[in-house]
Nanobody, 126 residues
């Protein structure tokens, strides 16, 4: 599985961005897809995860720091997962990574994921 993240950029505090992560492979719907971020000098941290899906609905789980501001979604027809980020804050500045978990579970630790994308930079100015 190859993952390609895109959509990062520079935005003012209070603004919005939508990240995308395109995946290769025919079993995308069976994977849980997660977003993580890593700021300079900090460890990679969990942001959000969406579970596997055989229909139009998937379960989701968010880090407390982004709950109510970020929304994760997936389009299995396009093999793509999205992260809509609203009300951005300077502390959201980081490189954002998407990841795939073969088991389809709502897991939050980086080592539980099997595949990673290359990351996309998000910078929020105050």
């Amino acid at each position: 599985v190859q993952l390609q993240a895109s959509g990062g950029g520079l935005v003012q505090a209070g603004g919005s961005l939508r990240l995308s992560c395109a995946a290769s492979g025919r079993t995308f719907s069976r994977y849980a897809m997660g977003w993580f971020r890593q700021a300079p000098g900090k460890e990679r941290e969990f942001v959000a995860v969406i579970g596997w899906s055989s229909s139009s609905w998937s379960s989701t789980y968010y880090a407390d720091s982004v709950k109510g501001r970020f929304t994760i979604s997936r389009d299995n027809a396009k093999n793509t997962v999205y992260l809509q980020m609203n009300s951005l804050k300077p502390e959201d500045t980081a490189v954002y990574y998407c990841a795939a978990q073969v088991g389809g579970d709502l897991v939050t630790m980086p080592h539980e994921y099997d595949y990673w994308g290359q990351g996309t930079q998000v910078t929020v100015s105050s």
